[in-house]
Protein backbone atom coordinates (compact mmCIF):
# COMPACT_ATOMS: atom_id res chain seq x y z
CA UNK A 1 0.00 0.00 0.00
CA UNK A 2 2.73 2.47 0.51
CA UNK A 3 4.35 1.50 -2.77
CA UNK A 4 1.36 2.39 -4.48
CA UNK A 5 1.38 6.02 -2.53
CA UNK A 6 4.20 6.66 -2.68
CA UNK A 7 4.81 6.34 -6.46
CA UNK A 8 1.38 8.29 -7.12
CA UNK A 9 3.31 10.58 -4.86
CA UNK A 10 6.52 10.35 -7.32
CA UNK A 11 4.06 10.68 -10.53
CA UNK A 12 2.57 13.63 -8.58
CA UNK A 13 5.83 15.40 -8.70
CA UNK A 14 6.78 14.74 -11.86
CA UNK A 15 3.33 16.40 -13.63
CA UNK A 16 3.25 18.97 -10.81
CA UNK A 17 6.49 19.81 -9.82
CA UNK A 18 5.94 19.57 -6.44
CA UNK A 19 8.17 18.11 -4.11
CA UNK A 20 7.86 14.51 -2.77
CA UNK A 21 6.58 14.34 0.49
CA UNK A 22 9.22 13.10 3.52
CA UNK A 23 7.06 9.81 4.20
CA UNK A 24 6.89 8.94 0.40
CA UNK A 25 10.98 10.01 0.12
CA UNK A 26 11.95 8.16 2.88
CA UNK A 27 10.06 4.56 1.86
CA UNK A 28 11.39 5.52 -1.93
CA UNK A 29 15.19 5.34 -0.28
CA UNK A 30 14.65 2.17 1.76
CA UNK A 31 12.16 0.69 -1.04
CA UNK A 32 14.06 -0.92 -4.03
CA UNK A 33 11.17 -1.46 -6.66
CA UNK A 34 9.89 2.42 -5.63
CA UNK A 35 13.63 3.86 -6.39
CA UNK A 36 13.83 2.31 -9.41
CA UNK A 37 10.37 3.23 -10.42
CA UNK A 38 11.70 7.19 -9.56
CA UNK A 39 14.41 6.49 -11.47
CA UNK A 40 12.78 5.30 -14.29
CA UNK A 41 9.75 7.64 -14.40
CA UNK A 42 12.38 10.67 -14.35
CA UNK A 43 14.47 8.86 -17.69
CA UNK A 44 11.33 8.51 -19.15
CA UNK A 45 10.40 11.58 -19.73
CA UNK A 46 13.83 12.70 -21.49
CA UNK A 47 13.55 8.84 -23.02
CA UNK A 48 10.30 10.05 -24.44
CA UNK A 49 11.19 13.44 -25.65
CA UNK A 50 14.57 12.28 -27.46
CA UNK A 51 12.50 9.35 -29.29
CA UNK A 52 9.85 11.30 -30.37
CA UNK A 53 11.58 12.78 -33.70
CA UNK A 54 12.85 9.32 -34.21
CA UNK A 55 9.23 7.65 -34.11
CA UNK A 56 8.12 10.50 -36.49
CA UNK A 57 10.60 9.80 -39.06
CA UNK A 58 8.93 6.33 -39.10
CA UNK A 59 5.69 7.57 -40.26
CA UNK A 60 5.51 7.79 -44.09
CA UNK A 61 4.46 11.19 -45.93
CA UNK A 62 1.74 12.27 -46.95
CA UNK A 63 0.22 15.01 -48.81
CA UNK A 64 -2.74 17.07 -47.10
CA UNK A 65 -4.77 18.55 -49.46
CA UNK A 66 -7.81 21.07 -49.98
CA UNK A 67 -5.34 23.54 -48.03
CA UNK A 68 -5.41 26.48 -50.82
CA UNK A 69 -7.31 29.17 -50.39
CA UNK A 70 -9.19 28.38 -53.50
CA UNK A 71 -10.55 25.62 -52.72
CA UNK A 72 -12.31 26.91 -49.60
CA UNK A 73 -14.98 29.90 -50.74
CA UNK A 74 -14.04 32.91 -48.33
CA UNK A 75 -17.45 33.02 -47.62
CA UNK A 76 -17.24 29.78 -45.56
CA UNK A 77 -14.40 30.93 -44.04
CA UNK A 78 -15.45 32.21 -40.47
CA UNK A 79 -18.59 31.10 -40.94
CA UNK A 80 -18.85 28.50 -38.18
CA UNK A 81 -21.05 26.91 -35.65
CA UNK A 82 -21.09 27.59 -32.54
CA UNK A 83 -19.79 24.19 -31.07
CA UNK A 84 -16.73 24.73 -33.85
CA UNK A 85 -16.50 28.29 -32.69
CA UNK A 86 -15.76 27.26 -29.23
CA UNK A 87 -12.52 28.36 -28.72
CA UNK A 88 -12.24 25.89 -25.59
CA UNK A 89 -12.87 28.31 -23.17
CA UNK A 90 -15.55 28.69 -20.31
CA UNK A 91 -18.60 30.30 -21.15
CA UNK A 92 -18.21 34.30 -21.17
CA UNK A 93 -20.74 34.75 -17.69
CA UNK A 94 -18.51 31.94 -16.04
CA UNK A 95 -14.92 33.84 -16.04
CA UNK A 96 -14.54 35.34 -13.16
CA UNK A 97 -14.41 39.30 -14.58
CA UNK A 98 -17.32 38.99 -16.10
CA UNK A 99 -19.03 36.89 -12.94
CA UNK A 100 -17.97 39.90 -10.78
CA UNK A 101 -19.24 42.57 -12.79
CA UNK A 102 -22.87 40.30 -13.34
CA UNK A 103 -22.97 40.23 -9.61
CA UNK A 104 -22.30 44.02 -9.17
CA UNK A 105 -24.61 45.04 -11.84
CA UNK A 106 -27.29 42.83 -10.23
CA UNK A 107 -26.65 43.97 -6.39
CA UNK A 108 -27.05 47.57 -7.89
CA UNK A 109 -30.39 46.93 -9.33
CA UNK A 110 -31.19 45.23 -6.32
CA UNK A 111 -30.75 47.92 -4.12
CA UNK A 112 -32.50 50.88 -6.53
CA UNK A 113 -35.59 48.74 -6.08
CA UNK A 114 -35.68 48.22 -2.91
CA UNK A 115 -34.94 51.85 -1.99
CA UNK A 116 -37.58 52.96 -4.08
CA UNK A 117 -40.17 50.83 -3.20
CA UNK A 118 -39.33 51.62 1.00
CA UNK A 119 -39.69 55.23 0.62
CA UNK A 120 -42.48 55.66 -1.50
CA UNK A 121 -46.03 54.97 0.62
CA UNK A 122 -48.74 54.45 -1.28
CA UNK A 123 -50.81 56.88 -2.12
CA UNK A 124 -54.56 57.32 -2.86
CA UNK A 125 -55.78 58.84 -5.81
CA UNK A 126 -57.95 61.64 -6.27
CA UNK A 127 -60.92 59.49 -6.80
CA UNK A 128 -60.37 57.20 -3.78
CA UNK A 129 -59.58 60.33 -1.59
CA UNK A 130 -63.05 61.76 -2.97
CA UNK A 131 -65.19 58.32 -2.00
CA UNK A 132 -63.57 58.44 1.83
CA UNK A 133 -64.80 61.81 2.45
CA UNK A 134 -67.92 61.49 1.12
CA UNK A 135 -68.52 58.46 3.48
CA UNK A 136 -66.77 60.17 6.60
CA UNK A 137 -69.58 63.03 5.58
CA UNK A 138 -72.48 60.69 5.28
CA UNK A 139 -71.90 59.44 8.68
CA UNK A 140 -71.31 62.68 10.53
CA UNK A 141 -74.57 64.02 8.83
CA UNK A 142 -76.88 61.65 9.87
CA UNK A 143 -76.95 60.94 14.42
CA UNK A 144 -80.63 60.02 14.19
CA UNK A 145 -79.34 56.96 12.21
CA UNK A 146 -76.41 56.44 14.58
CA UNK A 147 -78.71 56.80 17.58
CA UNK A 148 -80.87 54.19 16.51
CA UNK A 149 -77.97 51.80 16.10
CA UNK A 150 -77.18 52.85 19.76
CA UNK A 151 -80.59 52.03 21.20
CA UNK A 152 -81.14 48.78 19.14
CA UNK A 153 -78.02 47.61 20.79
CA UNK A 154 -79.37 48.68 24.07
CA UNK A 155 -82.40 47.14 24.09
CA UNK A 156 -81.20 43.34 23.37
CA UNK A 157 -79.82 44.15 26.22
CA UNK A 158 -82.33 45.04 28.69
CA UNK A 159 -84.43 42.08 27.22
CA UNK A 160 -81.48 39.61 28.47
CA UNK A 161 -81.57 41.22 31.96
CA UNK A 162 -85.68 40.92 31.85
CA UNK A 163 -85.35 36.92 30.84
CA UNK A 164 -82.94 36.33 33.59
CA UNK A 165 -84.79 38.24 36.11
CA UNK A 166 -87.84 35.81 35.18
CA UNK A 167 -86.10 32.76 35.49
CA UNK A 168 -84.75 33.87 39.32
CA UNK A 169 -88.10 34.76 40.30
CA UNK A 170 -89.36 31.34 38.88
CA UNK A 171 -86.54 29.23 40.93
CA UNK A 172 -87.33 31.60 44.24
CA UNK A 173 -91.47 30.48 43.71
CA UNK A 174 -90.33 26.84 43.69
CA UNK A 175 -88.57 27.41 46.77
CA UNK A 176 -90.60 28.85 48.54
CA UNK A 177 -93.07 26.11 48.09
CA UNK A 178 -90.91 23.25 48.27
CA UNK A 179 -89.30 24.29 51.45
CA UNK A 180 -91.95 26.47 52.98
CA UNK A 181 -90.33 29.81 53.32
CA UNK A 182 -90.25 33.22 52.26
CA UNK A 183 -88.34 34.92 49.79
CA UNK A 184 -88.48 38.75 49.14
CA UNK A 185 -86.65 41.18 46.72
CA UNK A 186 -85.19 43.75 48.74
CA UNK A 187 -85.26 46.16 46.08
CA UNK A 188 -88.00 46.44 43.17
CA UNK A 189 -86.70 46.70 39.36
CA UNK A 190 -86.74 50.31 38.69
CA UNK A 191 -89.25 51.33 35.76
CA UNK A 192 -86.64 53.08 34.08
CA UNK A 193 -84.33 50.55 33.19
CA UNK B 1 11.92 34.63 -51.58
CA UNK B 2 13.71 36.23 -48.34
CA UNK B 3 10.07 35.83 -46.55
CA UNK B 4 10.04 32.06 -47.40
CA UNK B 5 12.72 31.32 -45.99
CA UNK B 6 11.60 32.97 -42.70
CA UNK B 7 8.46 31.05 -42.75
CA UNK B 8 9.67 27.82 -41.49
CA UNK B 9 11.33 29.99 -38.23
CA UNK B 10 7.89 31.36 -36.83
CA UNK B 11 5.66 30.29 -34.15
CA UNK B 12 2.73 27.99 -34.75
CA UNK B 13 0.60 30.95 -33.33
CA UNK B 14 2.49 33.58 -35.44
CA UNK B 15 1.44 31.18 -38.70
CA UNK B 16 -2.13 30.96 -37.26
CA UNK B 17 -2.56 35.08 -37.18
CA UNK B 18 -1.28 35.53 -40.65
CA UNK B 19 -3.29 32.44 -41.80
CA UNK B 20 -6.46 34.16 -40.20
CA UNK B 21 -5.46 36.87 -42.09
CA UNK B 22 -5.51 35.19 -45.49
CA UNK B 23 -1.94 33.75 -45.47
CA UNK B 24 -2.40 30.09 -47.33
CA UNK B 25 1.13 29.26 -47.28
CA UNK B 26 1.21 30.20 -43.41
CA UNK B 27 -1.76 27.72 -43.07
CA UNK B 28 0.39 25.15 -45.30
CA UNK B 29 3.18 25.30 -43.03
CA UNK B 30 1.25 24.74 -40.06
CA UNK B 31 -0.44 21.82 -41.91
CA UNK B 32 3.19 20.94 -42.83
CA UNK B 33 4.41 21.32 -39.30
CA UNK B 34 1.78 18.67 -37.61
CA UNK B 35 0.46 16.52 -40.15
CA UNK B 36 2.50 13.81 -38.70
CA UNK B 37 1.89 14.16 -35.49
CA UNK B 38 -1.78 14.25 -35.65
CA UNK B 39 -1.41 11.27 -37.68
CA UNK B 40 -0.09 9.61 -34.89
CA UNK B 41 -2.57 10.82 -33.05
CA UNK B 42 -5.26 9.94 -34.48
CA UNK B 43 -4.13 6.59 -35.72
CA UNK B 44 -4.59 5.27 -32.21
CA UNK B 45 -8.16 6.50 -32.32
CA UNK B 46 -9.14 4.75 -35.65
CA UNK B 47 -9.00 1.80 -37.37
CA UNK B 48 -6.29 2.13 -40.52
CA UNK B 49 -4.35 4.12 -41.78
CA UNK B 50 -6.63 5.60 -44.31
CA UNK B 51 -8.87 6.70 -41.47
CA UNK B 52 -6.01 8.63 -39.55
CA UNK B 53 -5.02 10.04 -42.84
CA UNK B 54 -9.03 10.95 -43.94
CA UNK B 55 -9.43 12.97 -40.39
CA UNK B 56 -6.25 14.56 -40.31
CA UNK B 57 -6.97 16.22 -44.03
CA UNK B 58 -10.82 16.90 -42.15
CA UNK B 59 -9.30 18.36 -39.10
CA UNK B 60 -7.17 20.74 -40.98
CA UNK B 61 -9.80 21.55 -43.39
CA UNK B 62 -12.24 22.24 -40.75
CA UNK B 63 -9.48 24.39 -39.34
CA UNK B 64 -8.93 26.46 -42.43
CA UNK B 65 -12.37 27.01 -42.11
CA UNK B 66 -12.71 27.65 -38.48
CA UNK B 67 -9.14 29.96 -38.57
CA UNK B 68 -11.07 33.22 -37.56
CA UNK B 69 -12.29 31.98 -34.55
CA UNK B 70 -8.43 31.35 -33.24
CA UNK B 71 -7.33 33.39 -30.33
CA UNK B 72 -3.76 33.69 -30.52
CA UNK B 73 -3.65 34.00 -26.61
CA UNK B 74 -3.94 29.84 -26.50
CA UNK B 75 -1.56 27.89 -27.95
CA UNK B 76 -2.08 26.69 -30.96
CA UNK B 77 -1.23 22.65 -30.42
CA UNK B 78 -4.38 22.90 -27.84
CA UNK B 79 -6.87 23.96 -30.66
CA UNK B 80 -5.50 21.95 -33.24
CA UNK B 81 -5.84 19.00 -30.89
CA UNK B 82 -9.00 19.49 -29.45
CA UNK B 83 -10.48 20.12 -32.99
CA UNK B 84 -9.38 16.54 -34.00
CA UNK B 85 -10.32 14.78 -30.89
CA UNK B 86 -13.68 16.25 -31.33
CA UNK B 87 -13.71 15.00 -35.14
CA UNK B 88 -12.35 11.95 -33.79
CA UNK B 89 -15.00 11.00 -31.25
CA UNK B 90 -18.34 12.00 -33.98
CA UNK B 91 -16.37 9.59 -36.60
CA UNK B 92 -15.76 6.99 -33.54
CA UNK B 93 -20.17 7.65 -33.41
CA UNK B 94 -20.78 7.68 -37.16
CA UNK B 95 -19.05 4.64 -37.43
CA UNK B 96 -20.58 2.75 -34.65
CA UNK B 97 -23.67 3.19 -36.02
CA UNK B 98 -22.97 2.10 -39.25
CA UNK B 99 -21.30 -1.24 -38.27
CA UNK B 100 -24.25 -2.13 -36.38
CA UNK B 101 -25.94 -1.90 -39.86
CA UNK B 102 -23.05 -4.27 -42.05
CA UNK B 103 -23.62 -7.45 -41.97
CA UNK B 104 -20.75 -9.41 -40.88
CA UNK B 105 -21.65 -12.67 -42.75
CA UNK B 106 -21.36 -10.21 -46.49
CA UNK B 107 -17.55 -9.18 -45.31
CA UNK B 108 -15.86 -12.41 -46.33
CA UNK B 109 -12.02 -12.91 -45.96
CA UNK B 110 -10.84 -9.43 -45.30
CA UNK B 111 -7.34 -8.68 -45.28
CA UNK B 112 -6.23 -7.08 -42.10
CA UNK B 113 -5.15 -3.45 -43.34
CA UNK B 114 -1.04 -3.29 -43.21
CA UNK B 115 0.11 -0.53 -40.64
CA UNK B 116 2.40 1.69 -41.59
CA UNK B 117 3.48 2.54 -37.99
CA UNK B 118 6.50 0.84 -37.21
CA UNK B 119 6.09 -2.01 -35.34
CA UNK B 120 9.78 -3.13 -34.98
CA UNK B 121 11.39 -2.01 -31.78
CA UNK B 122 13.95 0.59 -33.32
CA UNK B 123 16.00 3.92 -32.36
CA UNK B 124 12.24 4.43 -31.11
CA UNK B 125 11.38 2.06 -28.82
CA UNK B 126 9.76 3.83 -26.18
CA UNK B 127 7.15 4.83 -28.37
CA UNK B 128 6.09 2.10 -29.79
CA UNK B 129 6.00 0.14 -26.41
CA UNK B 130 3.89 3.33 -25.95
CA UNK B 131 1.41 2.34 -29.07
CA UNK B 132 0.94 -1.09 -27.07
CA UNK B 133 -0.34 0.53 -23.95
CA UNK B 134 -3.77 1.33 -25.66
CA UNK B 135 -5.59 4.22 -26.99
CA UNK B 136 -6.23 6.45 -23.76
CA UNK B 137 -2.73 5.62 -22.20
CA UNK B 138 -1.01 6.57 -25.47
CA UNK B 139 -2.57 9.30 -26.35
CA UNK B 140 -1.87 11.03 -23.01
CA UNK B 141 1.89 10.04 -23.41
CA UNK B 142 1.88 11.64 -26.54
CA UNK B 143 0.28 14.77 -25.54
CA UNK B 144 2.32 15.15 -22.45
CA UNK B 145 6.08 14.38 -23.75
CA UNK B 146 5.45 14.34 -27.73
CA UNK B 147 3.39 18.03 -27.54
CA UNK B 148 5.05 18.97 -24.38
CA UNK B 149 1.53 20.00 -23.34
CA UNK B 150 0.54 21.09 -19.43
CA UNK B 151 -1.89 18.78 -17.36
CA UNK B 152 -4.40 21.71 -17.76
CA UNK B 153 -3.97 22.04 -21.63
CA UNK B 154 -4.19 17.79 -21.85
CA UNK B 155 -7.30 18.00 -20.11
CA UNK B 156 -9.29 20.61 -21.90
CA UNK B 157 -8.04 18.55 -25.00
CA UNK B 158 -9.76 14.89 -24.29
CA UNK B 159 -12.41 16.69 -22.27
CA UNK B 160 -11.39 15.12 -18.85
CA UNK B 161 -10.58 17.25 -15.61
CA UNK B 162 -7.00 17.40 -14.34
CA UNK B 163 -7.34 14.61 -11.82
CA UNK B 164 -8.44 12.12 -14.22
CA UNK B 165 -5.02 13.18 -16.83
CA UNK B 166 -2.46 12.73 -14.03
CA UNK B 167 -4.31 9.53 -13.59
CA UNK B 168 -3.93 8.35 -16.63
CA UNK B 169 -0.62 9.80 -16.76
CA UNK B 170 0.40 7.28 -13.51
CA UNK B 171 -0.97 4.44 -15.36
CA UNK B 172 0.75 5.28 -18.64
CA UNK B 173 3.85 5.28 -16.95
CA UNK B 174 3.70 2.62 -14.27
CA UNK B 175 3.00 0.66 -17.14
CA UNK B 176 5.18 1.33 -19.69
CA UNK B 177 7.83 1.39 -17.12
CA UNK B 178 6.43 -2.55 -16.20
CA UNK B 179 6.68 -3.23 -20.51
CA UNK B 180 10.18 -1.83 -21.02
CA UNK B 181 11.69 -2.75 -17.92
CA UNK B 182 14.66 -1.30 -15.87
CA UNK B 183 17.34 0.26 -18.11
CA UNK B 184 15.05 1.81 -20.16
CA UNK B 185 16.33 1.04 -22.88
CA UNK B 186 15.61 -2.36 -23.95
CA UNK B 187 12.24 -3.21 -24.89
CA UNK B 188 10.44 -6.41 -23.66
CA UNK B 189 8.64 -8.45 -25.87
CA UNK B 190 6.70 -6.17 -27.89
CA UNK B 191 3.22 -6.89 -29.05
CA UNK B 192 2.06 -3.98 -30.94
CA UNK B 193 -2.07 -3.76 -30.73
CA UNK B 194 -2.03 -5.70 -27.24
CA UNK B 195 -4.42 -2.69 -25.27
CA UNK B 196 -3.80 -2.07 -22.03
CA UNK B 197 -6.53 -0.70 -19.56
CA UNK B 198 -8.17 1.50 -21.26
CA UNK B 199 -9.78 4.61 -19.19
CA UNK B 200 -11.26 6.87 -22.28
CA UNK B 201 -14.25 7.98 -23.06
Known sequence: MLCKISRWMVSRAEDTGKTLPRFAERHVKRCGACREFARSSASLSTGLKAERAAFLDGVPEFPVRALAPTEVPATERGNVSGADRRPNRPWPFLRPLPAAAMAVLLIAVGAFVVFRIGRHEPQLSAQDRAAAMAAIKSVSSAPGELGGVVSEAESSLDKERQILEKSIASAAEYLQARLNIKIERRNPPSKAS | MADHDRIGERTDEELAREARAGSGRSFEELARRYKRRLFVYLRSRVGSDQDAEDMVQDTFLKLYRNIGSYDPAYRF???????????????????????????????????????????EAGASGLWDAARGLGESRFRVLWLRYGEDMSIEEIAAVIGRTKLAVRVLLHRARAALIERVGPGMGRVKALEPGVAGETVGK
Open chain 2, 77 to 119: TTWLYTSANRLAIDSHRKKTVMTARVDVEDLGDLPEPASRMPT
